[in-house]
């Protein structure tokens, strides 16, 4: 019924935000639900990001002004936003990693914060979910307790995400999202969620998509409190992640839409603790992660050759960027530490 229900305002949706009279929908009841969300920065049309109109980068630390944004990235999600919630559809494989990946996040964050709450263990914690997509998982984050902040840059799937959130009273008070990256949301507002904001910061199957990852480092350590944990699922640089991950998944049996991925942006789990490490966090896990196309479930595994979960945790204060050259002989590789 729910299900139903919100398929239906969801091509109601899309019909509405496709047609010529746009603008003028988005602020009637098409745009009611989101419009107090889209007060900054949301002018752009979704349908082809332009990274020119989106604020720069200005870091105080004087990172760099670059941006995360691959603009074929965000048109490929965009072209898919209406169905993050079929179960059964593009998205399956993400639905079911939540088996995996909430429990991961939930008991790296429980190993250092107390659940103080009976039934909501990460009540009192503040997590940002970056490229959440439609809240696959930003949901079930909130039903655990934590106050969840859900950015993309694709508007669209924003939509989704806030027009499913709505309907579910467990998760609408508990989740919020905003449609733009984590470098504008690090200038937007200092004093809401810039520096030192966040117990945590997700990033699930994100960053084998984006143009620039060590602004995207360098963000993620910006809005962490010290102490403050970073979780990243992403697949692996290998021969086995390219036949599995992209021939089979996407070519021959279509688990994933053909394109989505591109080899050349993932990244071993040895460069992704490189990359962290000269940005402020230290490594704490790496797991692999094994999907089965047959029975369409997740399972943990002594191999981080295909799929991988991290944790790592900032140090201290924000790094000096560019440390990475002068970090000295690369820490030896976790591999695939037990899942505790
Ligand atoms: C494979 S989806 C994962 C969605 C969600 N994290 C999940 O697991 O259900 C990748 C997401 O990254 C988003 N994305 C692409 N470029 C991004 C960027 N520069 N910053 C943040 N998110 C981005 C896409 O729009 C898309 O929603």
């Known amino acids: 019924m729910h299900c139903n ?4 305002l969801v091509s109601a949706l ?6 010529a009279v746009c603008g003028a929908a988005r602020s009637g009841v098409c745009g009611a639900a989101v419009r107090g969300q889209r007060s900054v920065r949301l002018q752009r049309s979704a349908a082809v990001w332009s990274p020119c109109q989106t604020a720069s980068c200005h870091f105080s630390t004087g990172a760099s002004s670059k ?6 990235e965000v048109r490929r999600f965009q072209s898919l936003a209406g169905k993050w919630w079929d179960e059964q559809g593009e998205f399956a494989a993400l639905h079911a990693m939540n088996d995996l990946r909430v429990p991961f996040i939930r008991d790296n964050l429980l190993n250092v914060h107390r659940a103080r709450h009976p039934g909501k263990p990460l009540a009192g914690l503040r997590i940002l979910d970056v490229g959440c997509g ?14 969840v902040v859900g950015v993309d840059p694709v508007e669209d799937s924003i939509y989704t995400a ?23 949301l690090m200038t937007e507002g200092e004093e809401e969620q810039g520096a030192g904001q966040f ?10 998509h984006l143009a620039d990852l060590e602004t995207f480092a360098f963000c993620c350590s910006h809005v962490l409190k ?23 998944a996407e070519q021959l049996l279509r688990i994933v839409p053909s394109g989505t991925h591109d080899w050349e942006k993932f990244i071993s789990p040895e460069d992704l603790e490189r990359l962290l490490e000269s940005n402020g966090f230290s490594v704490q896990s790496v797991q692999g992660m094994l999907y089965n196309p047959v029975s369409g479930a997740w399972s943990w595994t002594n191999s981080t050759a295909i799929n991988y979960a991290l944790h790592a945790v900032k140090l201290s204060d924000d790094p000096q960027p560019g440390r990475a050259e002068e970090s000295g002989p690369h820490p ?3 591999g695939a530490a037990t899942h505790s």
Not at 5 to 8: G, I, L
Request: glycine share 8%; charged share 20%.
């Open 5 to 8: 229900k919100f398929e239906r």
């Open 14 to 19: 899309y019909r509405c935000t496709r047609s």
């Open 67 to 72: 941006n995360t944004v691959d603009p074929d």
């Open 134 to 147: 439609g809240g696959l998982l930003t949901e079930p984050l909130g039903r655990l307790g934590a106050t």
């Open 162 to 184: 806030q027009l499913h959130a709505s309907y579910d009273p467990d998760v609408r008070d508990a989740v919020s999202y905003q449609a733009c990256t984590l470098e504008e």
């Open 199 to 208: 117990d945590a910061v997700v990033a699930s199957e994100v960053v084998e």
């Open 226 to 248: 010290p102490g403050g944990s970073l979780f990243i699922t992403t697949i692996n640089k290998t021969n086995l992640s390219y036949a599995l991950g992209i021939v089979v």
């Open 332 to 334: 030896e590789h976790h």
